[in-house]
């Protein structure tokens, strides 16, 4: 009866979720007090006293214990996602530049480990000296004692809150929101989906390593899981946590994101993996559990905080896709995936269970060593998964990326009703890395304004390429494409355009365009625009004084890639407009 129950209470857990996210992000404009503070304050308030309530045997009659414990650990898990989901949500509010908001993410990951530390102080005045964590008895001391630890919990979860309400965020959620508007740009949001994949299997390596944590401790030569040993044991997981969490933004300033993940990936592959040889061979010592555990955990950590700057960047993107913001509606990924790795690990310990009852394994320690090597090789899977889906999918830290998400954050900044135009006509705004070719090989500007137009569509940016090509075909029988000095700007605007978007070539072989100056073209910039009387002359217009500057287009013509192409036309926009 208990298993079912506990599955429907996981399953409805990870579905309210996002639902939560909706519902604080199309009501925070509403909201009297600035943005998310009243669900924080009263999500932690709420908290508390659901703790209290979990925890009183009184409420329990042995008829109704199964019913009421049901109900108890449900309207926690709402509280705690009524204050949790807006916390983290602020970080992408951080919007000075991305060294902030990595400091930020790092903060808070930071924060939450100090809050496990305080939970492991907490739990080990329960556990008795011949057991490990899964044995806690609360009902062999006092009520005092008791009830004045649970106090001291909820006075930490009320004072966070209150430390976390004094933010002020300046960012409103801007999009024009139902439900349906809503979860489409959750679902349609690839990027976001693609850090939800990538979060799920690093919470399944996290989880099962930390739950079957007293597996790999019972190998070491003349352990005891004693209370005594409890802190000390988890000592490499607390040190190397806050040690990876303070040194995560120096890290990615001296390496890269991209960097910092990639080791992020490896390191807990490498750490269990040399974790596995002692054991087998029997030689396991407290100094190569402490080693092998602080290179898995410190790996793990920055994957934890890494994942939460992409979720930050993930809303950004959001709002560059969908012209809105729904913070909390991204970050609730980060709680749901937290939760399905509880879940796998819960169907993996029941697994464990169940061959424990079987005659498949002779002794005790046959079924631990099985379960060693299938917490070894989920791991060495995910962490494979985790690296595939990163380096083929994960686009936001690429260098176009880098540069919208800066430049959507300093428009953050302006509150003028204008904002969101100047925004949407920025070049830094339309050009996107994968519409850059570099050293394209064509003889013909029919086959290069069809290749330039295929990327725009690839990029979503047009929903029609012949509508495009039309238009495009259309201008060029008033006006030829060809400007001057080497340089085409053809260009069409109407329904069939998403978002102002500008595809680029260089091509290897210069091409007669009719330029004024008769000379052949080899710079192209293909610029889509909306019919709405503004973006075609601001783009046009930017991107024209940016080309009419002394050399810039040399500058385009020797750079070594599309990579290269890309920052330079960024940097030129930000050193003019800015």
């Not at 429907?8 to 909706?22: A, N, Q």
């Not at 009263?42 to 979990?54: A, K, P, Y």
């Not at 649970?150 to 439900?179: D, M």
């Amino acid at each position: 009866m208990i298993l079912p129950v506990f599955i429907g209470i996981k399953v409805l857990d990870i579905i309210k979720e996002p639902l939560l996210g909706y519902l604080m992000d199309s009501s925070s404009k509403n909201l009297i007090i600035d943005k998310y503070r009243v669900f924080i304050l009263t999500g932690s308030l709420f908290n508390g006293l659901f703790i209290i309530m979990m925890f009183n045997q009184d409420l329990y009659s042995h008829d109704y214990q199964l019913a009421v414990a049901t109900i108890l650990f449900s309207l926690w898990t709402v509280s705690f996602s009524v204050y949790d989901i807006p916390s983290w949500s602020i970080i992408s509010s951080f919007n000075a530049n991305n060294r902030s908001r990595e400091i930020a993410s790092a903060v808070a990951r930071g924060t939450s480990m100090i809050g496990y530390i305080c939970a492991l102080l907490l739990v080990c005045c329960y556990i008795s000296p011949s057991s490990f964590i899964n044995n806690i008895n609360l009902s062999s001391y006092n009520g005092i004692f008791k009830y004045g630890s649970i106090a001291i919990t909820c006075a930490i979860i009320v004072s966070s809150s209150l430390f976390t309400i004094f933010y002020k965020s300046n960012i409103e959620t801007n999009l024009h929101k139902n439900l349906g508007n809503a979860f489409k740009a959750f679902f349609k949001n690839d990027q976001l989906m693609i850090v939800f994949a990538l979060c799920t299997f690093q919470q399944i390596i996290f989880n099962i390593f930390t739950n079957e944590y007293s597996f790999f401790v019972k190998h070491i030569k003349n352990s005891a899981l004693a209370k005594e040993s409890f802190l000390y044991l988890h000592s490499p997981w607390i040190i190397f946590s806050l040690l990876a969490f303070v040194s995560f933004p120096m890290l990615t300033r001296l390496l890269s994101r991209k960097t910092v993940f990639l080791i992020s990936i490896g390191l807990p592959i490498i750490g269990i993996t040399l974790l596995l040889i002692p054991i087998s061979f029997h030689e396991l010592t407290y100094a190569t559990f402490f080693t092998t555990v602080a290179i898995f955990t410190f790996g793990v950590s920055l994957s934890l905080v890494s994942t939460t700057v992409m979720l930050s960047d993930c809303v950004d993107y959001g709002e560059f896709k969908f012209g809105g913001r729904i913070d909390c509606m991204n970050f609730s990924v980060q709680t749901v995936s937290a939760k399905l790795g509880v879940l796998f690990i819960f169907f993996i310990s029941i697994f464990s269970v169940n061959l424990n009852h079987t005659d498949k394994f002779n002794t005790v320690e046959h079924l631990d060593n099985f379960t060693i090597y299938l917490i070894v090789v989920i791991n060495i899977l995910c962490g494979i998964a985790i690296g595939y889906i990163y380096m083929n999918y994960y686009k936001l830290h690429g260098s176009f990326f880098e540069n919208i998400l800066n430049t959507l954050s300093s428009f953050g900044k302006n509150d003028s009703e204008n904002s969101f135009f100047s925004r949407a006509n920025s070049v830094r705004y339309a050009i996107d890395e994968h519409c850059v070719i570099n050293n394209l090989d064509s003889d013909n500007i029919d086959d290069i304004l069809k290749v330039l137009t295929d990327r725009l569509y690839q990029v979503k940016a047009i929903n029609s390429k012949q509508a495009f090509l039309d238009g495009i075909y259309k201008k060029l029988e008033k006006n030829p494409a060809g400007i001057a000095h080497g340089i085409a700007i053809p260009h069409a605007r109407g329904s069939f355009v998403n978002r102002s978007a500008l595809s680029i070539a260089r091509v290897r072989k210069p091409i007669e365009c009719g330029a004024i100056d008769n000379k052949p073209c080899d710079l192209f910039f293909l610029i889509a625009v909306p019919d709405d009387g503004v973006s075609h002359m601001k783009v046009l217009g930017n991107l024209s004084l940016m080309l009419s500057i002394p050399g810039f287009a040399n500058k385009l013509r020797n750079s070594g890639s599309t990579e290269e192409i890309t920052k330079r036309l960024i940097a030129c926009e930000r050193n003019l407009f800015n």
